[in-house]
């Protein structure tokens, strides 16, 4: 059943991947196919269940989900392949050809410099504290094979409703479930794992493990090949590091909640926002967006991070009067902001954080007691949370950029929307904890660190982007002043 | 860049590399060390409701559910009570739990005195259909 369970996720990876190789055909080497490979799972996954949600909808007791994935892989795999024979000698040639180039390159006998031993050597480290990290993880998994509670009793309990419920799918959103069950939490893991559970025809706790490696796999790939793409193969395995190396981001991997999916797209967005800086194409603006919005499809933070990241790109416009990107960033977030809009007008019951009106909100948000317990809160974690002996990874990363810095500083544009960004979406935790409907020293003892969790990979991949390589560190050349 | 600025940068990169290698390490260790049981119990919970929940004539609506907690007087642990009510729920999907005896069918979850009572105080209006695993399923009596 393992087997079989993780053959269905084939289908979605492998659509997300091929698609992303579509509308960025000219770059073929290995660590471009990872790079096209980890954001292509989250691609995939994410249409996927938006996909799952209109065959819901429209057929909510067919069984042939996985048939129609089949066939779109398929129209993919025509399509590039034809694309790739009018081109030159055909898009897996073509790609084969160009990985063994690299291969060749990467593993032809070195040069025994000081750069290239200290890139085999962080390299090392990277694989190596990264295949701990998520042996722990596999080993936390095996022993709570439904997850933690937030998993089983949310997105599992949802994805259960579905698969068992058939035409009675809605069920698992229902007005009438207890408000401790959340059923007004967006789908996009409900629906993977009940779209996986038809194709299997059985409910099995790997599909949620699956779906929870899959993500953080995705993010360590998508961190670690974007750097390499971005500046050098040292600098993405130092963030594997950075990743695998702090247990508070880890540690999320195992437990089958939305935080390491969410973490995942935010981390893309940002990416994808670095990629349009780099390769000039707006058609990255766009995947920045519906990485944005799947983001708003797997958890209600999400939906914030559209609000700040469409914000922030609107202010960017403004400062450079010219909307052609944020244009392209609207029609990015359209299709999962259509379903989103539907879905919680048509299917999910109302927010819990809807309630109270706006004098209690507005009372909320200037209790001096409250704005005190969250602001210590935060801040302490910013501070200490995540890092080593007391001292927080935040402001490890924080000096890091200031003692590795480049000048000028690399990709300025990206760097100072992708900081607004994740600044502003730490000051929408902030407002949300103020207004939380829920006892605020419980609330805040259960999720903080989750918070801290959604913006990690994001951080870590934008602070590297803007520093110094570890090869140059090491190299030999000294300039004097 | 100075030689010194490079020496430090070096150092940096070293030092956090040291202290990934640890943690990683040792989230392993923990991994093993921190032994659960959850996805027994998750799976005992589902089997005993699975029994119980037969003779209920529909696979999707709501039942209701009465534990302790749902008593005036009767003792119960706050945690376990909501636990106790979340796996309920978990295992008895597509059906909706709803709290209170309003409903037709009602999972009881109570321990054997507050039952008692219960049943006493409910006998012209329940009558028990299947007792399991400290649970009882009621059923209302139609006239």
């Known amino acids: 059943m393992s087997l079989l369970s993780l053959l269905t996720f084939l289908p979605p990876v492998s659509i997300g991947t091929l698609l992303l190789h579509l509308v960025w055909s000219d770059r073929n080497s290995l660590p471009d196919w990872l790079l096209k490979l980890s954001l292509g799972a989250g691609l995939g996954l994410g249409l996927s269940s938006l996909l799952f949600y209109l065959h819901l909808t429209f057929f909510p007791t067919s069984s042939y989900f996985l048939v129609l994935e089949i066939v779109i892989l398929l129209a993919l795999a025509v399509i590039a392949f034809q694309r790739g024979k009018t081109t030159s000698h055909g898009l897996i040639f073509e790609s084969a050809s160009a990985g063994f180039h690299a291969l060749r390159q990467d593993f032809s006998p070195p040069k025994w410099s000081a750069e290239k031993l200290s890139q085999i050597a962080l390299l090392a480290v990277g694989i190596l504290v990264s295949a701990v990290s998520f042996l722990g993880l596999v080993n936390y998994s095996r022993q ?79 961190c670690f090949s974007a750097l390499t793409y971005f500046n050098s193969t040292g600098q993405g395995a130092f963030a594997l590091v950075l990743l695998s190396g702090a247990q508070f981001f880890m540690g999320e991997g195992g437990r089958q909640t939305a935080d390491v999916p969410l973490a995942f797209f935010i981390l893309a967005s940002i990416v994808f926002l670095f990629l349009r800086e780099r390769e000039g194409r707006e058609i990255f603006t766009a995947l920045a967006a519906l990485m944005a919005g799947f983001a708003a499809w797997t958890k209600n933070e999400g939906l914030l991070f559209v609000l700040v990241s469409s914000g922030i790109i609107f202010l960017t416009a403004l400062w450079k009067r010219s909307f052609h990107d944020f244009l392209f960033y609207l029609a990015g977030l359209l299709l999962p902001l259509i379903l989103l809009f539907h879905f919680k007008t048509q299917v999910a019951p109302s927010s819990e954080f809807a309630g109270g009106g706006l004098e209690v909100l507005l009372q909320k948000l200037t209790d001096p007691a409250r704005n005190q317990m969250v602001f210590g809160a935060m801040s302490g974690f910013l501070l200490r949370g995540g890092g080593w002996y007391g001292v927080g990874v935040f402001p490890i990363l924080a000096a890091y950029l200031v003692l590795f810095k480049t000048r000028p500083i690399a990709f300025p544009t990206a760097v100072f929307v992708s900081f607004a960004i994740l600044s502003a979406q730490l000051i929408g935790y902030y407002l949300f904890y103020l207004i939380s409907p829920y006892d605020l020293t419980w609330h805040i003892g259960y999720s903080l660190n989750r918070l801290f969790v959604h913006i990690y990979p994001a951080v870590v991949f934008v602070v590297l982007a803007a520093a110094r390589t570890p090869e140059s560190v090491f190299s030999l050349q000294v300039k004097r002043p | 860049m100075s030689m010194w600025k490079k020496i430090l940068q070096g150092m940096v990169l070293a030092v956090i590399a040291g202290l990934g290698i640890k943690t990683g390490i040792e989230s392993l260790q923990t991994s093993f060390a921190e032994r659960s049981n959850d996805s027994e119990v998750i799976s005992a919970w589902n089997e005993r409701l699975e029994k119980l929940i037969e003779p209920i004539p529909f696979e999707r609506g709501f039942v209701g559910y009465l534990s302790n907690e749902d008593i005036p007087g009767a003792n119960f642990d706050s945690n376990d009570a909501e636990g106790e009510f979340v796996l309920t729920q978990y295992a008895v999907a597509p059906l909706i739990l709803a709290r209170g005896a309003e409903q037709d069918w009602v999972i009881l979850n109570l321990d054997p005195e507050t039952l008692k009572k219960w049943r006493e105080e409910n006998k012209d209006q329940f009558e028990v259909v299947r007792s399991g695993g400290g649970m009882t399923l009621a059923h209302r009596v139609t006239k």
Not at chain 1, 193 to 218: D, H, K, S, V
């Open chain 1, 144 to 222: 709570r094979a439904y997850g933690d509670w937030d998993a089983w009793m949310i997105y599992n309990r949802s994805a259960r409703f579905i698969f068992r419920g058939g035409e009675f799918w809605q069920d698992a959103f229902s007005p009438g479930m207890n408000l401790v069950f959340h059923a007004d939490y967006p789908p996009l893991l409900a629906f993977n794992i009940a779209a996986r559970w038809r194709a299997l025809g059985a409910e099995t706790t790997f599909i949620p493990m699956f779906l929870g490696f899959l993500f953080t796999l995705a993010a360590l790939g998508a």
